[in-house]
C-alpha cells in the first residue's frame, strides 16, 4: 500500500477508532479548535490537500480516511453509513475530542448528518457538501446516478469494473479541469474493489429504501448546518437553496460554476465558511 503522500505541515497517525485501524492526517495546533475533514467515495484524506493548508493556521486538522479508503483498514464488512458515522465518532474518541466542527463532502456529508443526529453535542457545526440531504425527496434526474451504483453493486460484476469506473468517476463533471494522474492514482489505487462493492450494494439492497419510506422524516437537525452544493452537481440536482421546511437550523447555498468536486476546486469557500465561524 506504501505510505500517505506527503502535504507540507501534515503528520500522520493510526488511531484505534473502535476497534478499526484507522488513517488519520493531522495539521494544525492541538490546542486549537477542532475540524474534522471527512472525505467520500471514491476518495481519502488526499482530497483535502488544496483546504488543509487554509485551515492549519486557525484550526486543529482532523482529516481521517474512512473504513476500506485510503490508509485505513479495510474489513469485509461494516459499510453501513451508520456504522461509518460510529467509525468517525469513535475517531474523536481516540484522539480526546469532545467537540469539533465536521466538514463533509459526498458520503463524508451524509454520515456528518447521522452523526449530527445520534450525537448532536460532538458537533459544533457543520457544513456539508455536495450530498443530498436526508429530508429531500428523490430527484428524477438523480436517477441517473444508478448507472453506476447498480453495477459496482453485483456481486463478481461489481469487483471487475469497479477499478476503471473510479477512474472515470473522479474526472466526471470537473470542466476543463482534469484531475492529474498522480492524483487519480493515490485516490483509485487505494480503495480495495470489495469495499466499492459494499458502499454501494449496502447503500442499494439495506438503506435506499428506507431513507425514501422517511427512515429520517422525523428527525430535527440540532446542529448549526450549511449544505453547500455545485450548481452542476448531478448528486445534488433538485437541492433548493435557502431554508429547509422543519430543520430551522439547516440552510443551503449553491456555489455557481462548479459541480461534485468543491474540496478540490473550490478550496476558497471551505475556509472562508470556516472563517466566518
Not at 177 to 204: G, K, N, Q, S, W
Request: charged share 20%; glycine share 10%.
Amino acid at each position: 500500500m506504501g505510505d500517505p503522500p506527503e502535504l507540507v505541515g501534515v503528520r500522520h497517525e493510526y488511531v484505534n477508532a473502535g476497534g478499526l485501524r484507522t488513517h488519520v492526517a493531522l495539521a494544525g495546533p492541538e490546542d486549537a479548535p477542532p475540524v474534522m475533514l471527512v472525505h467520500g467515495w471514491p476518495q481519502n484524506w488526499w482530497a483535502w490537500r488544496e483546504v488543509i493548508p487554509a485551515l492549519a493556521g486557525r484550526f486543529r486538522v482532523i482529516a481521517p480516511d474512512l473504513r476500506g479508503h485510503g490508509w485505513t483498514e479495510a474489513p469485509a464488512s461494516g459499510y453501513e453509513k451508520e456504522q461509518l458515522a460510529s467509525d468517525l465518532l469513535a475517531v474523536l474518541d481516540a484522539l480526546g475530542i469532545e467537540r469539533a466542527t465536521w466538514v463533509g463532502h459526498d458520503w463524508g456529508g451524509w454520515t456528518g448528518f447521522l452523526a449530527a443526529l445520534r450525537a448532536s453535542g460532538r458537533l459544533e457545526r457543520m457544513l456539508a457538501l455536495c450530498i443530498p440531504h436526508p429530508w429531500m425527496p428523490p430527484h428524477p434526474r438523480q436517477l441517473s446516478l444508478l448507472a453506476y451504483q447498480g453495477p459496482v453493486s453485483l456481486p463478481f460484476v461489481g469487483e471487475r469494473v469497479s477499478g476503471p469506473m473510479i477512474r472515470s468517476i473522479l474526472q466526471a463533471g470537473r470542466g476543463g479541469d482534469r484531475l492529474p494522474a498522480a492524483d487519480v492514482a493515490l485516490f483509485a489505487e487505494h480503495i480495495p474493489p470489495h469495499v466499492t462493492v459494499a458502499m454501494y450494494r449496502t447503500f442499494l439492497t439495506q438503506e435506499v429504501l428506507p431513507i425514501a419510506r422517511g427512515r429520517y422524516a422525523r428527525a430535527v437537525l440540532d446542529v448549526p448546518t450549511t449544505l453547500l452544493v455545485g450548481a452542476r452537481d448531478l448528486v445534488t440536482r433538485g437541492v433548493r437553496p435557502g431554508a429547509v421546511k422543519g430543520q430551522p437550523q439547516l440552510h443551503v447555498d449553491v456555489l455557481d460554476g462548479v459541480g461534485h468536486w468543491v474540496p478540490e476546486q473550490r478550496p476558497q469557500a471551505v475556509a472562508d465558511w470556516l472563517a466566518a465561524g
